[in-house]
């Protein structure tokens, strides 16, 4: 069945740092795929998203690319902040649900 | 305006009881799920209705029941909880089936003690 593996955590980087997170997928078909982020005690919120290859989702500051040739997802952002501070899940569109990697947790640090 | 809630926030219960979790969305959504995550943060489909219609059942013991009322309800019943149901339980529901972001609730953090 479809898959999404992404970098395991935790990751520490003091503010202001370079973020990346790897993300890659395994999928018949061409999914959607999306990144979501949970802040401690919330649930899940979309942060980002991308439909087709070559597109590139991005929100507050926070982008990824939707590669079919490597078939990955890694998300970045230039500077991150102490409230990025959440965990991370890559996930993607299997027609019927979506499938999560198992989260990355990222802790910024002032 | 929430636009997926869910109730209670917080349970505990003594194993070998009966609980439910109750789950709305005011989104007009035709698509709801329940996702179970683990300690680890581990995120799994549990179930996944469509115009109160069942799509998905993934290997999930037959003590948990979902029942969809209406397009805008979808509540899980657990009977004869054990241990290792103890999670946080979430709720969904997306536009589309499964080609669309899912909106998720707060989460039911379920301790079964």
């Known amino acids: 069945g479809d898959s999404v593996t992404q970098m395991e955590g935790p990751v520490t980087l003091s503010e202001e740092a370079f973020l990346t997170i790897n993300c890659t997928y395994t999928?018949?078909?061409?999914?959607?795929l999306f990144w979501y982020v949970q802040y401690p005690g919330e649930g899940l919120q979309l942060l980002l998203k991308?439909?087709?290859?070559?597109d590139k989702g991005s929100n507050k500051g926070f982008e990824a690319t939707y590669r079919k040739e490597t078939t990955s997802f890694h998300l970045e952002k230039g500077s991150v902040q102490v409230s990025d501070s959440a965990v991370y899940f890559c996930?993607?569109?299997?027609?019927?649900?979506?499938?999560f990697g198992a989260g990355t947790i990222l802790r910024v640090k002032s | 305006d929430t636009a997926v809630s869910q109730t209670p926030k917080y349970l505990v219960t003594q194993m070998g009881n009966d609980k439910s979790i109750k789950c709305e969305q005011n989104?007009?959504?035709?698509?709801m799920y329940w996702y179970k995550q683990d300690s680890k943060k581990f995120l799994k489909i549990m179930f996944s209705?469509?115009?109160?219609?069942?799509?998905i059942n993934e290997t999930v013991p037959n003590r948990f029941s979902p029942k969809s009322p209406d397009k805008a309800h979808l509540n899980l019943h657990i009977n004869s909880l054990e241990l290792g149901d103890s999670a946080v339980y979430f709720c969904?529901?997306?536009?589309?089936?499964?080609?669309?972001?899912?909106?998720f609730g707060q989460g039911t953090r379920l301790t079964v003690v």
């Open positions: 991308a439909t087709k290859a070559d």
């Open positions: 209705y469509n115009n109160k219609e069942l799509i």
């Open positions: 999928a018949t078909g061409y999914p959607s």
């Open positions: 996930a993607l569109s299997d027609g019927n649900k979506l499938v």
């Open positions: 969904a529901s997306s536009q589309e089936r499964g080609r669309t972001e899912a909106f």
């Open positions: 989104l007009g959504h035709d698509t």
